[in-house]
């Protein structure tokens, strides 16, 4: 099922973190706190990782609904989703580090 939230529309696994993403993509450097240059880098390419996954999963609903995956399709779509939710982990815990 996929949700509206201020990111926009999400899968609904995901809209509890649509705060997060809403920040991501308006102001990726609210997340780093300081002038650590490696977290910002780090912030960047889970942000670069993100958009990619993201363009992969519309595209898997867009291909129809589950009935007419193949089991490859749907486990690869399961490995994304599991780790959009590592990246959004990682967001969070650098965040907190800040």
């Known amino acids: 099922m996929i949700v ?21 993509w308006s102001t990726p450097k609210s997340f780093i706190m300081s002038d650590d240059i490696s977290g910002s880098e780090r912030v960047s390419q889970i942000r670069n990782e993100l958009v990619r996954l993201f363009t992969e999963q519309t595209e898997f609903f867009r291909k129809g609904v589950r009935g007419k995956h193949t089991e490859s399709e749907l ?10 939710r590592r990246l959004f982990r ?9």
């Not at 690869?76 to 780790?83: A, I, P, Q, T």
């Open 4 to 24: 509206a939230s201020s990111a926009g529309f999400l899968p609904s696994g995901l809209a509890g973190y649509s705060s997060l993403i809403a920040a991501l």
């Open 75 to 84: 486990a690869e779509y399961d490995k994304r989703r599991e780790r959009v």
């Open 90 to 98: 990682e967001l969070d815990e650098l965040r907190k580090a800040a």
